[in-house]
C-alpha cells in the first residue's frame, strides 16, 4: 500500500471515529484513548499524521468545509446558470449552521474556547480564510455565470458572508434562542447580491 493510500484510509478511520465519539460524548470527555478504540488504530498510527485530537477536530471542520464547496461545485455545473440554484445550495447549508447538535458547530465552538493555543489559533485562522476563499469563488463563479453582476465586490461580500456564518454557528449554543433565523439570514445575502447587481 502507498503512502498516500495509507494516509487516506487513515484520515478516514480517524474521522469517521472522531464524529461517532462527538456524538456519543461531545468534544471534552473524549480523550485519544477513545479515539484509539474506535478507530483500532495505534498510537504510532495515528501520531504519524496527527499530534492531537485539538488537530483531529480540526480535520472535522475542514470536512465539512469541503464538502459544502463540492456540492456548492456540483451545482453550479449541473444546474442551469441563474442564482436561485446555488444560493439554494448555501441556504440548505445555513439550516445546518444553527443546529445546535450539527458536530461542526460544536468542534468550532470548542476550538473558539481554546484560541488562546497558537495551533487552535492556527487552525482557526487556516478554517477562517478558506471560508472566505471558498464565499469569494462562489461569488465569482456567479459573475463569470452572469448571475451576480460585476459591480459585488467579491472580497467584502464573502467575508461578511463567513460573518453570519460564523454568527449563526455561535448563536446556535444559546438555549433561548430556538427560532430559526437561516431563511432570513439566507434572504439578506440574496437580497444584497442582487441589490448590488442592479
Avoid at 474556547?113 to 462562489?138: C, I, M
Avoid at 459573475?143 to 464573502?158: L, R, Y
Wanted: aromatic fraction near 6%.
Amino acid at each position: 500500500m502507498r503512502n498516500e493510500e495509507r494516509r487516506e484510509i487513515t484520515t478516514r478511520k480517524l474521522l469517521d471515529a472522531t464524529k461517532a465519539l462527538l456524538k456519543e460524548k461531545g468534544c471534552h470527555a473524549i480523550t485519544m484513548k477513545d479515539i484509539m478504540d474506535q478507530s483500532s488504530l495505534s498510537k504510532g498510527a495515528i501520531f504519524h499524521y496527527v499530534k492531537s485530537k485539538d488537530e483531529i477536530y480540526a480535520m472535522v471542520l475542514h470536512e465539512r468545509l469541503e464538502e459544502t464547496n463540492a456540492k456548492f461545485m456540483r451545482e453550479t455545473e449541473h444546474a442551469v446558470k441563474t442564482f436561485d440554484g446555488p444560493m439554494q445550495s448555501i441556504s440548505h447549508n445555513l439550516i445546518a449552521l444553527e443546529d445546535p447538535n450539527d458536530l461542526t458547530n460544536k468542534v468550532l465552538k470548542y476550538l473558539l474556547g481554546k484560541e488562546d493555543d497558537p495551533t487552535v489559533a492556527g487552525v482557526l485562522q487556516h478554517f477562517y480564510e478558506r471560508s472566505v476563499s471558498f464565499a469569494k469563488n462562489w461569488i465569482t463563479i456567479g459573475q463569470i455565470h452572469g448571475v451576480i453582476m460585476e459591480n459585488v465586490n467579491p472580497d467584502q461580500t464573502a467575508e461578511m458572508f463567513v460573518l453570519l456564518s460564523l454568527g449563526l454557528r455561535v448563536r446556535s449554543s444559546f438555549a433561548s434562542t430556538s427560532a430559526q433565523i437561516s431563511t432570513e439570514v439566507s434572504t439578506f445575502m440574496s437580497t444584497i447580491l442582487k441589490n448590488q447587481s442592479k
